[in-house]
């Protein structure tokens, strides 16, 4: 099977533009508290935080669209930490603006 690839440009109005930098910063912002979050309670209590446990945490904010993707971008990364038939062995970076 051959893969491909499609490179498209997209030119959003400036209320787009606006409403994706809040989607995103929202995303962002779900992305580091859970990390955060996930690496205290690791790191001074030893505990390893379930996907399960977090969005109890964070279940008012996850009314916002958008927030489910981030918390499951994180259990994806972290997942992969713990994953011994994978070489990453390093823990997930925090996202910047600039991502």
């Not at 440009?9 to 995303?27: D, E, I, K, M």
């Not at 205290?40 to 964070?58: E, N, P, Q, V």
């Not at 981030?70 to 070489?87: G, N």
Request: charged share 20%; glycine share 6%.
């Amino acid at each position: 099977m051959t893969k491909r690839a499609y490179k498209f440009r997209v030119y959003p109005t400036s209320a787009q533009q606006h409403n994706l930098a809040q989607t995103f910063g929202c995303c962002r912002f779900v992305y580091n508290w859970a990390l955060f979050t996930r690496k205290r309670a690791y790191f001074d209590h030893g505990i390893k935080l379930s996907t399960g446990d977090l969005s109890a945490a964070i279940t008012a904010l996850k009314k916002q669209k958008g927030l489910h993707g981030s918390r499951a971008s994180l259990a994806c990364h972290y997942s992969s930490l713990f994953d011994t038939s994978t070489p990453r062995y390093r823990l997930p970076e925090f996202y910047s603006p600039a991502h």
